[in-house]
C-alpha cells in the first residue's frame, strides 16, 4: 500500500512548517482548502509558496534556518538579512543570556545595543567591566535618555559583605554568606563551621544596633582563637587576609556601607579591572547575594524585572577552573525575584554547566575553534549543518540566536545594526555620582588596618615563636610533659612531617628538650618531650600579649 502524501498534501504540509502562511493570503487559502474546497487555482498557489522558498533557500545561508516570527515586542535583538527589526520584549531577559563569541567578534557592540535599550525600561542596570573600560563610554548616550550612569572604580566602593541585608534574619544570613565566603576565598567545606560560628558571635556583639561586623572583625576574632582547627583558622586566614590588603579599609571597613537596595535604584558602570579574580567575586557576589536574599525576606516574587546585571568578559567567573567563583550558585536563584544577568565570553572551554542550563536566551557569534561551535551549538539547539554553517559564515556583528521565552524558539540569524559609538577619551577620576549622599558608619579602629600593627594583636616577631605550629607544639608538651613524640602532632593539630621539623627547631632554642627511654625490646628507643623552663615562660608570655 502507499503511504505517501499527495502532492497539495505535501506543499501544505511544507509550508505549515516554514511558516509560509502567516499573511492574510495564506491564511485564506488555507482556510479554503481546510473547508474541502481547492481547485487548480488554490493548489498553485501552495505551490508556488514552496517554489519560492526553496529557490530562496538554496540561493540563500540564512535559508538554513527557520524565517524568524518576531514581529511584535519592546526590545529590538538585532535585523535580518533584509534589514528587517526583529523584535521581543524586554521581559525575557529576565530568564538570563549568555554570548558566546571571540575577541573581535562584535560582542561589546551587542552590549551597547542591548544596554541603550534595557536602560530606560528597568529601575536599575549594574554593568560589570571586568577586564577593560567599556561601558563607561556610554555615560553620554544614556545622560540623552535622562539617564545618570555612575562610573564605579572598584576601589572606590564602600560596602561591608558581612552587613545584613534588609528584612533579613541573622540566622538566615549567616549560613549564606560563610557559603559565599568559601567559595569566593576557596576554602575547603570543613572551615564552614568555623566562620558560621564566629560570624554568629559577632553579629551578637551589635545586637539591637544599626551597625554589623566587618570581614576585618572576623580575621582578628578568628586569629586570635588559638584552640579552633588549625587547618581550618589557617586556611581562613591565608585566604581572608590578601583581599582584605588588596582591597583596604577604604573599601571594606564600614560598620554601615552601601545598601544593595539603594544600589539598585541607580544605573551603575562598576569597574573592575585591575582587582585580582578573588577581589572581583568578592564584590559581585556580595552585591548579588546580598540583593536576592533581601528580595526573599521581603517576599518579592516573579515580579516585573527591575534590575539587570550585564557582565562583560565573564569568562573567568564563569569557568569551572575557578574555584573562587560563587556565580554558578547565584545565577539559577536571581530569575524569580525580578533580576536578570546578561553574560559574555570569549569560549565555551570549562565553562559551568550551571551558566549553561540557568541562561535561557542564548546567542553565538565568530568563534575562534570548532570546538566552541559545537559546544555553543548543541546548548542552543543548531543541527550539524548550522553548526557547520556558523564556522563557515559568521563574521563581525553576525550573530546566532535562540530565545529562551516567547513563542518562537528555533535558532535564527541575525546582525547587529552599525552603532556610531564614539570611543572619546575616559576620565581617570570617579563620578559616583549621588552614591555620596548614601549614609555610612565606617569602622574607624581599621582606618589603618594593614599600615601599622593589627588589632588587637601582637606583631608575631615580638614573640620567640615563629610560627603558630611552634606555639601550638611548645603548649602540647608543656601541657603535657614525658609523652612519647608521636603523640604530640595530633595534640598540636599538625600534622607528623611539620611536627617532625617544629620539634627541632624548639630544641634548638632551647625551649624543650628530648629523653631516650630504652625499652628494652627489639624496637626502637622511645623519645619522650619535656618543656624547659624558657620554653613555660615563652608560652605565658605569648599568651599574654594575644589576651
Same mark, same amino acid.
Given at each position: 500500500?502507499?503511504?505517501?502524501?499527495?502532492?497539495?498534501?505535501?506543499?501544505?504540509?511544507?509550508?505549515?512548517?516554514?511558516?509560509?502562511?502567516?499573511?492574510?493570503?495564506?491564511? &485564506?487559502?488555507?482556510?479554503?482548502?481546510?473547508?474541502?474546497?481547492?481547485?487548480?487555482?488554490? &493548489?498553485?498557489?501552495?505551490?508556488?509558496?514552496?517554489?519560492?522558498h526553496?529557490?530562496?533557500?538554496?540561493?540563500?545561508?540564512?535559508?538554513?534556518?527557520?524565517?524568524?516570527?518576531?514581529?511584535?515586542?519592546?526590545?529590538?535583538?538585532?535585523?535580518?538579512?533584509?534589514?528587517?527589526?526583529?523584535?521581543?520584549?524586554?521581559?525575557?531577559?529576565?530568564?538570563?543570556s549568555?554570548?558566546?563569541?571571540?575577541?573581535?567578534?562584535?560582542?561589546?557592540?551587542?552590549?551597547?545595543?542591548?544596554?541603550?535599550?534595557?536602560?530606560?525600561?528597568?529601575?536599575?542596570?549594574?554593568?560589570?567591566?571586568?577586564?577593560?573600560r567599556e561601558?563607561?563610554?556610554?555615560?553620554?548616550?544614556?545622560?540623552?535618555?535622562?539617564?545618570?550612569?555612575?562610573?564605579?572604580?572598584? /576601589?572606590?566602593?564602600?560596602?561591608?559583605?558581612?552587613?545584613?541585608?534588609?528584612?533579613?534574619?541573622?540566622?538566615?544570613?549567616?549560613?549564606?554568606?560563610?557559603d559565599?565566603?568559601?567559595?569566593?576565598?576557596?576554602l575547603?567545606? /570543613?572551615?564552614?563551621?568555623?566562620?558560621?560560628?564566629?560570624l554568629?558571635?559577632?553579629?551578637?556583639?551589635?545586637?539591637?544596633?544599626?551597625?554589623?561586623?566587618?570581614?576585618?572583625?572576623?580575621?582578628?576574632?578568628i586569629?586570635?582563637?588559638?584552640?579552633?582547627?588549625?587547618?581550618?583558622?589557617?586556611?581562613?586566614?591565608?585566604?581572608?587576609?590578601?583581599?582584605?590588603?588588596?582591597?583596604g579599609?577604604?573599601?571594606?571597613?564600614?560598620?554601615?556601607?552601601?545598601?544593595?537596595?539603594?544600589?539598585?535604584?541607580k544605573?551603575?558602570?562598576?569597574?573592575?579591572?585591575?582587582?585580582?579574580?578573588?577581589?572581583?567575586?568578592?564584590?559581585?557576589?556580595?552585591?548579588?547575594?546580598?540583593e536576592?536574599?533581601?528580595?526573599?525576606?521581603?517576599?518579592?516574587?516573579?515580579p516585573?524585572?527591575?534590575?539587570?546585571?550585564?557582565?562583560?568578559?565573564?569568562?573567568?567567573?564563569?569557568?569551572?577552573?575557578?574555584?573562587?567563583?560563587?556565580?554558578?550558585?547565584?545565577?539559577?536563584?536571581?530569575?524569580g525575584?525580578?533580576?536578570?544577568?546578561?553574560?559574555?565570553?570569549?569560549?565555551?572551554?570549562?565553562?559551568?554547566?550551571?551558566?549553561?542550563?540557568?541562561?535561557a536566551?542564548?546567542?553565538?557569534?565568530?568563534?575562534?575553534?570548532?570546538?566552541?561551535?559545537?559546544?555553543?551549538?548543541?546548548s542552543?539547539g543548531?543541527?550539524?549543518e548550522?553548526?557547520?554553517w556558523?564556522?563557515?559564515?559568521?563574521?563581525?556583528g553576525?550573530?546566532?540566536?535562540?530565545?529562551?521565552e516567547?513563542?518562537?524558539?528555533?535558532?535564527?540569524?541575525? /546582525?547587529?545594526?552599525?552603532?556610531?559609538?564614539?570611543?572619546?577619551?575616559?576620565s581617570?577620576?570617579?563620578?559616583?555620582g549621588?552614591?555620596?549622599?548614601?549614609?555610612?558608619?565606617?569602622?574607624?579602629?581599621?582606618?589603618?588596618?594593614?599600615?601599622?600593627?593589627?588589632?588587637?594583636?601582637?606583631?608575631?616577631?615580638?614573640?620567640?615563636?615563629?610560627?603558630?605550629?611552634?606555639?601550638?607544639?611548645?603548649?602540647?608538651?608543656?601541657?603535657?610533659?614525658?609523652?612519647?613524640?608521636?603523640?604530640?602532632?595530633?595534640?598540636?593539630?599538625?600534622?607528623?612531617?611539620?611536627?617532625?621539623?617544629?620539634?627541632?627547631?624548639?630544641?634548638?632554642?632551647g625551649?624543650?628538650?628530648?629523653?631516650?627511654?630504652?625499652?628494652?625490646?627489639?624496637?626502637?628507643?622511645?623519645?619522650?618531650?619535656? &618543656?624547659?623552663?624558657?620554653?613555660?615562660?615563652?608560652?605565658?608570655?605569648?599568651?599574654?600579649?594575644?589576651?
Amino acid at each position: 500500500m502507499n503511504n505517501d502524501f499527495s502532492r497539495l498534501t505535501e506543499n501544505i504540509i511544507y509550508c505549515n512548517k516554514n511558516g509560509l502562511l502567516k499573511d492574510e493570503v495564506g491564511q &485564506a487559502i488555507l482556510q479554503i482548502w481546510t473547508n474541502g474546497i481547492c481547485d487548480d487555482d488554490i &493548489a498553485s498557489m501552495f505551490e508556488k509558496r514552496v517554489s519560492k522558498h526553496k529557490f530562496q533557500k538554496a540561493f540563500s545561508d540564512f535559508m538554513r534556518f527557520k524565517t524568524p516570527q518576531l514581529t511584535m515586542g519592546n526590545y529590538v535583538i538585532g535585523v535580518d538579512e533584509k534589514g528587517k527589526e526583529l523584535l521581543s520584549y524586554i521581559q525575557y531577559l529576565n530568564a538570563n543570556s549568555l554570548t558566546v563569541a571571540s575577541a573581535g567578534a562584535g560582542k561589546t557592540t551587542f552590549s551597547y545595543f542591548k544596554i541603550l535599550q534595557v536602560a530606560n525600561q528597568v529601575l536599575s542596570a549594574w554593568l560589570f567591566d571586568m577586564r577593560k573600560r567599556e561601558f563607561a563610554i556610554l555615560k553620554p548616550y544614556l545622560a540623552r535618555l535622562g539617564i545618570e550612569l555612575i562610573v564605579l572604580p572598584g /576601589r572606590y566602593l564602600k560596602i561591608n559583605p558581612l552587613q545584613l541585608p534588609i528584612g533579613v534574619e541573622v540566622s538566615d544570613w549567616v549560613p549564606r554568606i560563610a557559603d559565599m565566603l568559601i567559595e569566593v576565598l576557596g576554602l575547603a567545606s /570543613r572551615a564552614s563551621k568555623l566562620l558560621q560560628a564566629k560570624l554568629l558571635l559577632l553579629y551578637r556583639k551589635f545586637e539591637g544596633t544599626n551597625l554589623f561586623p566587618t570581614l576585618y572583625d572576623l580575621f582578628e576574632e578568628i586569629k586570635k582563637d588559638k584552640k579552633s582547627n588549625y587547618q581550618a583558622r589557617t586556611a581562613i586566614l591565608d585566604s581572608l587576609e590578601p583581599v582584605l590588603l588588596s582591597l583596604g579599609p577604604q573599601v571594606l571597613a564600614y560598620r554601615h556601607g552601601w545598601t544593595t537596595e539603594e544600589l539598585a535604584k541607580k544605573h551603575i558602570c562598576f569597574e573592575l579591572a585591575g582587582l585580582s579574580e578573588t577581589d572581583k567575586n568578592l564584590i559581585l557576589n556580595s552585591l548579588i547575594l546580598s540583593e536576592f536574599t533581601s528580595r526573599i525576606a521581603r517576599n518579592i516574587s516573579n515580579p516585573k524585572m527591575n534590575l539587570w546585571i550585564c557582565i562583560d568578559e565573564a569568562q573567568k567567573i564563569c569557568s569551572s577552573s575557578n574555584n573562587t567563583s560563587a556565580t554558578s550558585s547565584q545565577i539559577g536563584l536571581v530569575r524569580g525575584t525580578g533580576i536578570g544577568s546578561d553574560y559574555s565570553l570569549q569560549s565555551m572551554d570549562k565553562v559551568m554547566s550551571q551558566i549553561i542550563s540557568n541562561t535561557a536566551t542564548k546567542v553565538l557569534g565568530r568563534c575562534g575553534s570548532m570546538t566552541d561551535y559545537a559546544a555553543a551549538g548543541h546548548s542552543m539547539g543548531l543541527n550539524a549543518e548550522q553548526i557547520q554553517w556558523a564556522q563557515m559564515n559568521l563574521e563581525p556583528g553576525l550573530f546566532i540566536c535562540q530565545l529562551g521565552e516567547g513563542q518562537w524558539r528555533y535558532p535564527f540569524v541575525f /546582525r547587529v545594526p552599525p552603532m556610531n559609538i564614539k570611543k572619546t577619551a575616559i576620565s581617570q577620576e570617579p563620578n559616583i555620582g549621588t552614591l555620596s549622599n548614601i549614609p555610612t558608619v565606617p569602622a574607624t579602629e581599621f582606618a589603618t588596618w594593614g599600615f601599622v600593627p593589627e588589632v588587637s594583636t601582637v606583631a608575631m616577631k615580638s614573640s620567640i615563636f615563629d610560627s603558630d605550629q611552634e606555639f601550638s607544639f611548645c603548649k602540647a608538651v608543656t601541657d603535657n610533659p614525658m609523652q612519647p613524640s608521636s603523640t604530640y602532632p595530633k595534640l598540636a593539630g599538625i600534622s607528623s612531617k611539620t611536627a617532625k621539623k617544629v620539634r627541632q627547631q624548639l630544641i634548638s632554642k632551647g625551649l624543650i628538650k628530648e629523653h631516650t627511654l630504652d625499652t628494652g625490646g627489639r624496637g626502637r628507643s622511645s623519645i619522650l618531650l619535656e &618543656a624547659l623552663p624558657a620554653g613555660i615562660e615563652a608560652i605565658k608570655e605569648y599568651q599574654g600579649g594575644q589576651a
